[in-house]
């Protein structure tokens, strides 16, 4: 089942606060958080192992919850560059030795001046 | 070092023709995936190579889909008949092992007319 992700879009001003959601009915492995561009190949950005761990890279960080599977992406102070669709993939067992990363349908963030 | 590689970046044809995508991997990333994304929405999953054999391929959606990895380095997807519904872009990614985070080539944009 594909991971749930809210809000759909949001248009934030630059140093502005925001925070991206990710829920799953499965019971999931680990979440991980990409962005992508326009145009481009979606870009790795932090991967969370189950456990309720958060991570933080720059002044973008994550958290898990793993009893509620749901993840939140946290971007504080936002910066031009953050602009871009966030997604999440939830990695979870598939059968047959197989763990399947599947994507929820994104979170369009647009970052104004 | 060299990322995921793809190609070609674009290539149209004909309903009804046959396609072959190629994917050259992250040196040393002996997982590989390959997804599929329309307009709007997340990657879609396809099937994921463990070395050279295809661990999972429950995401392939019918038998005119089919992938190799014969010698656990570049990939080819393959599609045969193809149908309008299968425009899309066609991404490649590749993990040092399975779970890690992935790596993402820029996607081969497919256009049946």
């Known amino acids: 089942q594909q991971p749930v992700q809210s809000p759909q879009a949001v248009i934030l001003r630059e140093g502005e606060d925001a925070v991206i959601n990710c829920s799953s009915s499965?019971?999931?492995?680990?979440v991980h958080w990409y962005r992508q561009k326009h145009g481009e190949a979606p870009v790795f950005l932090m991967i969370?192992?189950?456990?309720?761990e958060q991570k933080g890279h720059d002044k973008i960080s994550a958290s898990f919850n793993e009893k509620k599977q749901q993840s939140s992406l946290y971007l504080t102070a936002s910066q031009l560059s953050y602009s871009g669709t966030y997604f999440c993939?939830?990695?979870?067992?598939?059968?047959?030795?197989?763990?399947?990363?599947?994507f929820g349908k994104g979170t369009k963030l647009s970052v104004i001046p | 070092g060299a990322g995921v590689s793809q190609t070609p970046s674009n290539k149209v044809t004909e309903k009804g023709k046959y396609v072959e995508l190629r994917c050259d991997p992250i040196?040393?990333?002996?997982?590989l995936y390959w997804y599929r994304q329309s307009l709007g929405q997340g990657p879609e999953f396809l099937i994921y190579?463990?070395?050279?054999?295809?661990?999972?391929d429950s995401g392939l959606p019918n038998d005119r889909f089919f992938a190799v990895r014969p010698e656990g380095s570049v990939s080819t997807l393959k599609i045969q008949r193809t149908e309008r519904g299968d425009s899309a872009v066609y991404l490649c990614?590749?993990?040092?092992?399975?779970?890690?985070?992935?790596?993402f080539g820029d996607g081969t944009r497919l256009s049946i007319l």
């Open positions: 990614a590749s993990s040092y092992q399975a779970g890690q985070p992935q790596h």
């Open positions: 499965k019971a999931l492995y680990s």
């Open positions: 969370l192992l189950k456990g309720g």
């Open positions: 993939g939830t990695l979870a067992y598939s059968g047959a030795g197989s763990y399947q990363l599947t």
């Open positions: 040196s040393g990333h002996t997982a």
């Open positions: 190579f463990q070395g050279t054999g295809a661990a999972d």
